[in-house]
């Protein structure tokens, strides 16, 4: 599918015949996590491997906007009103205006939006989840939102508002297009540019668990665009795209089939490859601490032990993701309870799961 940019000429034609249109749209947009890595992009956020993520249910950013469309250019750096949960957050606003001068080539509406927006999440700030996906996720449908309100003639179909929203959403932050779909997403594989609902899996994945160990809320010492940097020289570089090709393939066949040893296989092997690229990269990072790698002990004696089917995977910190299926959710939380909270800072944990998707909380799509 091409994704289509709406012309300078078709918004000044618009504004000919009306100054000052108004409006206000709302989306909610969930997280995501990765259950195999994209870690290594080239030209703009394109990813170096296929990847394949969980879309997640609670842990989600609420995006309001309201706008007038303006007879002027508007200068967002001067005239942008943005709030996150209520206060002024002047390096979120910065973020925001940089993304909004970037997709402005593509949107060339954007550059008359007088823009008034507030933001929250509903996950704690500091809980070391990355909120990019989903804040990236939330504006980039809101964006698309106004787009088709103001030039409907050029959305064919919700397949391909949900194909642009992730495209845009992709500038902002690579695995935020992961996020603008529910259940299982899939992103390289029809596509570089946008990702796609994996439609085909077992029905135990449609409900799996996802508790989210928190180990540590300290910053990273490595962001992600300096992560996926140093896949350029790394030493592995070509075996790990390799390996993630043939992981995505293999994972895919083994949540068509059901099989949740295979799947466990795959998914932790992924999750410990991803560190085991930054730990050999140069410079070296480790990111995962002594509570990390103790949870994961734990995690494969408890497996061991009694046979459950939990696993776990991990983002570019030390934060661990539990993953299970919801028939043994009580065995799973008195596990954490009993085990792996004495690693986490002040016991913090997230119970999430895996959701349906972002939602247009108010306006029309
Ligand atoms: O979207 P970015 O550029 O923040 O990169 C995300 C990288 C990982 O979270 C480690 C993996 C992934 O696929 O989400």
Redesign the pocket.
């Known amino acids: 599918m091409q994704i289509c940019n709406i012309s300078n000429i078709l918004v000044e034609r618009l504004l000919e015949k009306n100054s000052n249109i108004e409006g206000e749209f709302s989306w909610e947009a969930p997280s995501?996590?990765?259950l195999?890595?994209?870690?290594g992009?080239y030209g703009d956020?394109l990813p170096k491997n296929p990847?394949l993520?969980f879309t997640l249910n609670r842990s989600k950013t609420l995006t309001q906007v309201k706008y007038v469309l303006h007879k002027n250019h508007v200068n967002h750096e001067t005239d942008f009103s943005f709030q996150f949960e209520g206060a002024q957050s002047d390096s979120f606003k910065q973020k925001l205006i940089n993304y909004l001068k970037k997709i402005t080539p593509l949107c060339p509406m954007v550059s008359f939006l007088k823009l008034s927006i507030s933001s929250q999440n509903t996950f704690p700030h500091s809980a070391g989840i990355?909120s990019?996906?989903s804040s990236m996720a939330a504006m980039a449908l809101t964006i698309c939102s106004i787009e088709k309100e103001l030039f409907p003639d050029q959305f064919e179909s919700d397949e391909y508002f949900f194909a642009k929203a992730s495209y845009l959403a992709r500038l902002g932050?690579?695995?935020?297009c992961?996020s603008v779909y529910g259940g299982a997403v899939s992103w390289g594989v029809k596509s570089n540019e946008y990702a796609s609902e994996l439609v085909s899996f077992d029905n135990i994945f449609k409900t799996y668990q996802n508790a989210i160990l928190v180990v540590s809320t300290d910053k990273k010492s490595v962001t992600?665009?300096q992560?996926?940097a140093l896949m350029e020289e790394h030493f592995y570089k070509e075996a790990r795209f390799k390996q993630a090709k043939h992981n995505y393939s293999a994972l895919v066949r083994t949540m068509e089939k059901g099989d949740l040893e295979s799947f466990i296989q795959i998914v932790e092997i992924e999750a410990l490859s991803?560190h085991a690229m930054m730990m050999t990269s140069e410079p070296s990072f480790l990111l995962l601490t002594p509570q990390s790698l103790h949870i994961i002990n734990r995690i494969r004696a408890f497996r061991e032990r009694f046979g459950a089917n939990v696993c776990f995977t991990i983002?570019?910190g030390p934060n661990i993701h539990l993953l299970y299926p919801k028939r043994q959710k009580d065995q799973i939380v008195s596990f954490i309870k009993d085990e792996l909270l004495q690693y986490c800072e002040n016991g913090m944990w997230i119970d999430d799961e895996v959701g349906s998707g972002p939602k247009l909380q108010m306006g029309k799509r």
């Open positions: 995501n996590i990765a195999v890595k994209y870690w992009k956020q990847s993520s990355a990019s996906a932050s690579g695995s935020a992961r992600s665009r992560g996926h991803l983002d570019a």
